[in-house]
């Protein structure tokens, strides 16, 4: 994980074009991006594997909420969502303290989903169309997720530094 860079954003827009992220986010513009990089409550990370980038994760602060915005790789199922999810939470709640770390999630994002449940996140409730494909103009469910400091445990940081990205 390293801090996402201007020289970025040709990268962060070509992987939210990718049919697999395409199909449950919209694309975010440059100036999106490069206005991220200067939002002091904003975190944005490139996910790299042997040098080259391979994702792209961003979080935000608001004093004791820490907000999971978006996470996207190139490729799935090779662990590095799952990797990238418990490194946040680390982030989250052993760094910047955080009391509750939340996120959104399409209702229709099943494998996501499933990555949240497991790692631990509690849903708590659905926001009717929630969201809108700025491409069809389509509205979808959206599903709220969170986990508070107490669910948190030592179990997740010790599962987190035995985790290997490949
Ligand atoms: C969401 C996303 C980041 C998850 O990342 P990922 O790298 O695919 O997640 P993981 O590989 O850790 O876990 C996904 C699955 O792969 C499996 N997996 C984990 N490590 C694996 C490995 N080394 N080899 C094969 N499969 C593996 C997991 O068990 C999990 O299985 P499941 O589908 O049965 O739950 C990714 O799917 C993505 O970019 N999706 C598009 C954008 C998106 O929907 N973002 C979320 C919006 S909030």
């Known amino acids: 994980m390293r801090e996402t860079l201007a020289e970025d954003a040709a990268f962060i827009r070509r992987l ?17 991006i490069v206005s991220t990089l ?13 040098g080259e980038p391979v994702g792209n994760f961003v979080m935000c602060t608001h004093g004791f909420l820490v907000d999971f915005q978006s996470l996207a790789v190139t490729k799935r199922g090779r662990g590095a969502g799952t990797f990238v999810l418990r490194w946040g939470l680390r982030r989250a709640f052993d760094e910047l303290q955080a009391h509750r770390v939340f996120l959104e999630v399409r209702e229709d994002n099943v494998g996501t989903r ?3 449940e497991r790692l631990g996140f509690s849903q708590e409730g659905v926001y009717r169309d929630g969201f ?3 491409r069809t103009g389509e509205f979808r469910n959206l599903v709220p997720y969170a986990m508070l400091e107490r669910d948190y445990g030592p179990i997740n940081s010790e599962r987190a530094t035995g985790l290997i990205f490949q």
């Open 16 to 32: 939210f074009c990718l049919p697999h992220v395409r199909a449950f986010l919209n694309t975010p513009s440059r100036q999106i």
């Open 38 to 50: 200067d939002d002091p409550n904003a975190e944005s990370y490139v996910i790299e594997d042997a």
């Open 114 to 116: 499933r990555l949240c």
């Open 132 to 134: 809108r494909d700025e």
